[in-house]
């Protein structure tokens, strides 16, 4: 990690439109006091992950009463929402290059970045086919868009008179959106990987953000993602220093170990080992586990959960092992996951998403208690980067998920 560059910490509130958003921006407001959490995040989803055979109370308690895992806020119109009642807070949204244009999205940046004295971020990926297809709209232009949105959003910011510039899929005429700029540049970061991605993100944007441990599960492998990433960027005249580098750590946390074992064998836990436990399938052969699905199967370019039948999803929770679903998630007591954090820290990771997929699976009493064990991570966390030091800490290639 930078010396220069504290560590920040992003939490995830609730995004189901069953939920008021009187309750959804006092949830912000509470993150926001803590303190601890530089970002309230939202997410840009059409739809959730589970098949709907899978909404069932036996599996999610809250199935009982509300119909559907569905329904769904707009990630852009719920963040404003939050911050017309926390104009200081920092937010963090996740959206896709394809379903919006730059200019559109430009506008809406610099919108919220008005509503909030902190700080506005948005992470752009390539896109799901999840996502994009439903609505018509083709995944096979995520990197072009991609590009285009990158390239835009600088261009925009930096426009005091109208401009054009030609892009993939979209060309710029004229287009102004006047001067009023707000006191923070919002921050542009990308999701993913991949050369094509990463040369994009290394010559346009301000971070990347990629899944832990779905996507890096060894520390030390990867640091080495990371230093090949800043010397990208040093070859541009970048400096690594003013780069983000986030890890979206999914987690399962509770101080009860049997509530923990209790979610590994949950079909809810199990669907998500099979579809992105390790977003490249092939990952799993290096853990010496056979994969749900071939290993050329890709999350973001094959899942449609709309398309599954109960009798499918029956059949890949079949060749889901609890072993995989105790590899995609960390696990244990606050204090236990932020163990299995450090070394990435260590390694250069600058900023998490603390996204605990347990709730989902709890009775609502101890579910509203969740946050208060996030916190305790993130508390762990930003002590522990305030006081390392370079060097100093073991950063042997442990997997996460194995420390329990």
Request: proline letters at 6%; a negative charge; glycine letters at 8%.
């Given at each position: 990690?930078?010396?220069?560059?504290?560590?920040?910490?992003?939490?995830?509130?609730?995004?189901?439109?069953?939920?008021?958003p009187?309750?959804?921006?006092?949830?912000?407001?509470?993150?926001?006091?803590?303190?601890l959490v530089d970002y309230v995040q939202t997410y840009d989803q059409i739809t959730g992950w589970l098949p709907r055979s899978l909404w069932k109370p036996e599996y999610v308690p809250a199935a009982a009463f509300l119909p559907d895992g569905d329904s769904i806020y707009d990630t852009f119109a719920l963040t404003a929402a939050m911050l017309a009642h926390n104009p200081e807070a920092g937010v963090c949204m996740s959206t896709d290059a394809i379903r919006r244009g730059?200019?559109?999205?430009?506008?809406t940046l610099l919108t919220l970045g008005t509503l909030t004295s902190g700080k506005v971020m948005?992470?752009?990926?390539?896109?799901?086919?999840?996502?994009?297809?439903?609505?018509?709209?083709?995944?096979?232009?995520?990197?072009?868009?991609?590009e285009d949105q990158l390239r835009s959003w600088r261009a925009l910011w930096q426009a005091h008179e109208p401009f054009s510039m030609e892009g993939n899929r979209w060309n710029l005429d004229d287009c102004y959106l006047g001067m009023q700029r707000p006191v923070r540049q919002p921050i542009v970061w990308t999701v993913g990987g991949g050369p094509r991605l990463m040369d994009l993100t290394t010559s346009y944007a301000d971070g990347v953000n990629v899944a832990i441990p779905a996507v890096q599960a060894y520390p030390q492998s990867h640091g080495e993602w990371i230093r090949g990433v800043k010397s990208q960027l040093a070859d541009k005249g970048r400096d690594p220093d003013d780069f983000g580098f986030g890890g979206w750590a999914v987690i399962l946390c509770h101080e009860?170990?049997?509530?923990?074992?209790?979610?590994?064998?949950?079909?809810?836990?199990?669907?998500?080992?099979a579809i992105w436990g390790r977003f490249n399938n092939g990952d799993w052969a290096k853990e010496g586990i056979e994969s749900a699905f071939p290993t050329d199967w890709h999350y973001a370019m094959k899942f449609r959960p709309m398309k599954i039948s109960a009798s499918e999803a029956q059949e890949i929770l079949g060749r889901t092992s609890r072993q995989m679903a105790e590899k995609c998630m960390l696990h244990g007591t606050p204090a236990q996951i932020a163990e299995q954090l450090k070394p990435f820290v260590d390694q250069g990771v600058n900023w998490f998403s603390l996204t605990d997929f347990l709730p989902?699976?709890?009775?609502?009493?101890?579910?509203?208690?969740?946050?208060?064990?996030?916190?305790?991570?993130?508390?762990?966390l930003k002590d522990y980067g305030q006081h390392r030091h370079v060097g100093t800490r073991n950063t042997e290639s442990v997997p996460v998920g194995a420390a329990r």
């Open positions: 990690m930078s010396e220069h560059r504290p560590l920040e910490i992003a939490v995830p509130v609730g995004f189901m439109r069953y939920l008021s009187a309750s959804l921006s006092q949830e912000a407001a509470a993150l926001h006091a803590s303190g730059p200019v559109e999205l430009a506008q948005v992470q752009i990926g390539g896109g799901e086919v999840r996502q994009v297809s439903p609505g018509g709209w083709k995944r096979s232009q995520g990197l072009s868009s991609l009860d170990e049997s509530v923990i074992d209790r979610a590994l064998d949950n079909p809810v836990v199990r669907w998500e080992a989902i699976m709890l009775d609502p009493e101890d579910a509203a208690r969740s946050h208060e064990r996030t916190l305790q991570i993130a508390r762990m």
